[in-house]
């Protein structure tokens, strides 16, 4: 069985700075991409940002150059690093990985979110 756990997640005033973990767990043979999404309360979940294998990484227009997507492939982690926050930042913010968990095929997993506030 596989699991993705986030953290890091909280109350931040505007300006400031966050970051966020997500770890998989369990079973695991191999993980593709990862990134994160988010959903404020009555909107769509969006993707935030992702990033391959290989490192390479794609962002929301709305976060380019104040979130910076990283993983450690050793520690099957994924992180976001998240500065200059705004108010409409404000989400649940839900980690994703595409994994091959031994004796299955390749599938999207979810966490199960964490909630970034931001507000003075």
């Known amino acids: 069985q596989v699991q993705l756990v986030e953290s890091g997640g909280g109350l931040v005033q505007p300006g400031g700075s966050l970051r966020l973990s997500c770890a998989a767990s369990g079973s695991i043979f191999s993980i593709n991409a990862m990134g994160w999404y988010r959903q404020a309360p009555g909107k769509q979940r969006e993707l935030v940002a992702a990033?391959?294998?290989?490192?390479?990484?794609n962002y929301a227009d709305s976060v380019k150059g104040r979130f910076t997507i990283s993983r450690d492939n050793a520690k099957n982690t994924v992180y976001l690093q998240m500065n200059s926050l705004k108010p409409e930042d404000t989400a649940v913010y839900y980690c994703?990985?595409?994994?091959?968990?031994?004796?299955?095929?390749?599938?999207?997993?979810w966490g199960q979110g964490t909630q970034v506030t931001v507000s003075s």
């Open positions: 994703t990985a595409k994994i091959w968990a031994t004796g299955s095929v390749w599938r999207n997993y």
């Open positions: 990033i391959t294998r290989d490192g390479s990484t």
